[in-house]
């Protein structure tokens, strides 16, 4: 029994699964405002589910790229309940939860899920089947493109994510999903196979905020 978390992105998403069974999800887009959700919002979830929080056997979050706010807020949450019901806690990448938006849709084959970072820049992996062919990497849309078309060699793929409509005018014939966020169930299909290990953010880039002088 897996608790899913994602607030990494442009949306809160929650999610409890029993092995492969979806037994409840909640999903809100929303640009703020996730450390104020999260908690009800996974009360809501468990609620509906008709399940304790003690019946869960494991959290499972996503970690980054992303929000650096949001991210903190989803990290913080899940090392907070793991330890509180004393349970492992596992860390999924936020572009490896959004891969999996288009594996789940049967499509499968090659991958590039992509978040707009602002500031003129992608963060981009790929995927085939399931299988990381790169690190997760901050990139200008033009080295993305690159990237794209040096990995796909001609072969079709799929652009997923935030990005991927800004990437599609650089990388054209692709297969276009919108997402504003990682999708909760991914996140806890991936985690129920993954080993528990110390939860830490991804961060791809310096932050923005910048301490007085």
Known sequence: MVLGLDTCLSSCSVAVLDGERVVASAREVMARGHQERLAPMAQSVMAEAGLAFDR????????????FTGLRVGIAFAKGLALA?????VGIGTLEALAAEAAFGKEGGLVFPAIDARRGQLYLQAFEDGRALMAPDALTAETAA????EISQGRPFTLVGSGAALLA????GARVIPAEGADARHVARLAAARAPAPLKPLYLRAPDAKLPA
Not at 56 to 67: C, F, K, M, N, Q
Not at 85 to 89: G, S, V
Not at 146 to 149: G, I, N
Not at 169 to 172: G, K, R, S, V, Y
């Open 56 to 67: 869960l056997e494991r959290i499972a979050v996503t970690v980054g790229p992303g929000s």
């Open 85 to 89: 019901l004393a349970l492992p806690a």
């Open 146 to 149: 690159a990237r794209v078309a």
């Open 169 to 172: 005018d650089l990388a054209p």
